[in-house]
């Protein structure tokens, strides 16, 4: 059932994502990534980001490829918060049954960079 709205569920909480994430991540963004920041597997609980976007002014190249998990869990503490209560009030919506959901966000780097991405597992109550 999930599937049938994916489109619905990743405007939904990438435009919140948007909206909601501090200016400072927000202005690390590459030029043209406005509309998706975190794709999913909805149906699945899989969520992904690559930090790779974040390279305005060379930030992914120069700052954060040398400490991917810091600026992997820095951003996490404020994804989180954001990723579930967008996906608790769109969850709510589609099942009164469905009393908590899980997703994994996984935070990868460029693929020639061969860094190992950060699993995080987030909770939706």
């Known amino acids: ?7 619905i569920i ?3 909480l990438n435009n919140t994502i948007f909206e909601e ?3 400072e991540w927000i202005e690390r963004l590459s030029p043209g990534i406005r509309n998706e920041l975190i ?11 690559n930090m790779s976007d974040f390279n305005r002014d060379d ?10 998990d810091y ?9 989180a918060p954001i990723i579930q209560r967008c996906l608790r009030r769109m969850f709510l919506g589609f099942n009164d049954n ?4 899980k997703v994994v966000l996984f935070m990868e780097g460029r693929e ?3 860094l190992e991405a950060v699993k995080y597992s987030i909770e939706v109550f």
Do not use: V, W
Not at 39 to 48: E, K, M, R, V
């Open 98 to 101: 469905l009393t908590e959901y």
């Open 112 to 114: 020639e960079d061969h």
């Open 59 to 68: 930030f992914y190249d120069k700052e954060a490829k040398q400490k991917f």
């Open 10 to 12: 990743s405007n939904t």
């Open 39 to 49: 794709s999913g597997f909805y149906n699945a609980g899989i969520l992904t980001i």
């Open 21 to 23: 994430l501090p200016e």
């Open 1 to 7: 059932m999930l599937n049938l709205y994916r489109q």
């Open 71 to 79: 600026y992997c869990e820095n951003l996490y503490l404020y994804l």
